[in-house]
Nanobody, 120 residues
Framework: QVQLAESGGGLVQVGGTLRLSCAAS????????MGWYRQAPGKQRELVAI???????NYSDSVKGRFTILRDGPRNTVYLQMNNLKPDDTAIYYC??????????????WGQGTQVTVST
């Protein structure tokens, strides 16, 4: 069973930075996709950024130019560098690790979530 360990959330002021980490353990096969989704109060979970093993990345339009997803393939670890944070970035951030053949955002494995709060 794959387990995901997330860290790095917290409280930050507008314009600040945070770096989230997610390490996957227990995987017997390559994880095709690793990335981040978030869920704000009263809203559905949404894509933040994902990165494929082959290198392709997908970002939400709302975070392009501010967030960067980084992946350490051999260590099955993914990072999310968040710069110039805004109040709308406040949410619980979830790590998603997806084996080949499953769909990012709906399949694979999920972390327990880490809270990011951006204060004005």
């Amino acid at each position: 069973q794959v387990q995901l360990a997330e860290s790095g959330g917290g409280l930050v002021q507008v314009g600040g930075t945070l770096r989230l980490s997610c390490a996957a353990s227990g995987s017997r096969s390559s994880l095709n996709v690793m990335g981040w989704y978030r869920q704000a109060p009263g809203k559905q979970r949404e894509l933040v950024a994902i990165k494929y093993t082959a290198g392709r990345t997908n970002y939400s339009d709302s975070v392009k130019g501010r967030f960067t997803i980084l992946r350490d393939g051999p260590r099955n670890t993914v990072y999310l560098q968040m710069n110039n944070l805004k109040p709308d970035d406040t949410a619980i951030y979830y790590c998603n690790a997806v084996p080949l053949g499953e769909e990012p955002g709906s399949g694979g494995y999920w972390g327990q979530g880490t809270q990011v709060t951006v204060s004005t």
